[in-house]
């Protein structure tokens, strides 16, 4: 664990994370516990898959970190609030993302102000996600992450990058990213599907091994997100 992630550990051990200094909520109006939003988005896609995921993977960053996580995932909108109070959106599915006109000035407004989108393809939203992603940011490339970057190292090494848990087309897994003044601010896991590596063990019934890779690399994510992208 790196010295970044240490300070975080204890600075959300003392309070919560907070998104953006110039959104001055009083500390004792915060949270106790950080958690994931799970991105409710327009289009027809499922975004609502694979519902033990999150919770698994919430518990595995408390037990494994020392990070305070709340024992469920909130549910969140683009025009919801309690969007600001996230430190990591993640989204997947199988099907159609759409995002309106005014959820992508919120969205790109809050990726800017320090938050993290993780978007889990579960086979199905390559087409439309990147659609929306040159729509988010038309002059910022989704480009791969380079393999020695800290999202890949912040707790547990990933020399090869994104793990591969699900064969689907059986291309190799890809983590595609979007970096905004140096800071990985969205992170694409392509042909891997994480969040069914998160899932109970009896629904995929994956080995112990990729489930075991798909959760140390959510530890990552979310430790990268709460490090502030350091």
Do not use: C
Not at 65 to 71: D, H, L, P, S
Not at 152 to 157: A, E, G, M
Not at 192 to 212: K, N, Q
């Amino acid at each position: 664990m790196n010295a970044a992630l240490a300070l975080v550990i204890v600075g959300l051990g003392a309070g919560s994370w907070e998104l953006a200094r110039e959104r001055s909520t009083p500390r004792s109006e915060l949270p106790t516990a950080v958690t994931i939003g799970r991105l409710h988005y327009d289009g027809g896609g499922d975004w609502y898959a694979n519902p033990s995921s999150l919770p698994n993977l919430l518990a595995a960053i408390r037990e494994r970190t020392g990070i305070r996580t709340a024992e469920r995932e909130e549910t969140v909108k683009l025009s919801d609030d309690h969007l600001w109070g996230l430190p990591y959106l993640y989204m997947t599915g199988h099907g159609n993302v759409r995002f309106g006109d005014r959820d992508l000035v919120t969205l790109r407004e809050w990726l800017r102000r320090g938050g993290f989108l993780h978007i889990d393809d579960n086979y199905g939203m390559d087409e439309s996600i990147r659609r929306e992603l040159a729509r988010l940011f038309p002059g910022e490339p989704l480009v791969e992450v380079p393999l020695d970057h800290p999202v890949y190292h912040i707790v547990y090494d990933f020399p090869k990058g994104l793990p591969k848990i699900h064969e689907h087309d059986g291309k190799p897994a890809q983590g595609f990213g979007i970096f905004l003044e140096g800071r990985l601010a969205v992170y694409y896991s392509f042909d891997s599907d994480l969040g069914d590596g998160w899932e109970d063990a009896e629904v995929h019934r994956d080995t112990p091994e990729a489930r075991e890779a798909a959760l140390r690399m959510g530890v990552n994510l979310f430790s990268y997100a709460v490090s502030g992208g350091r």
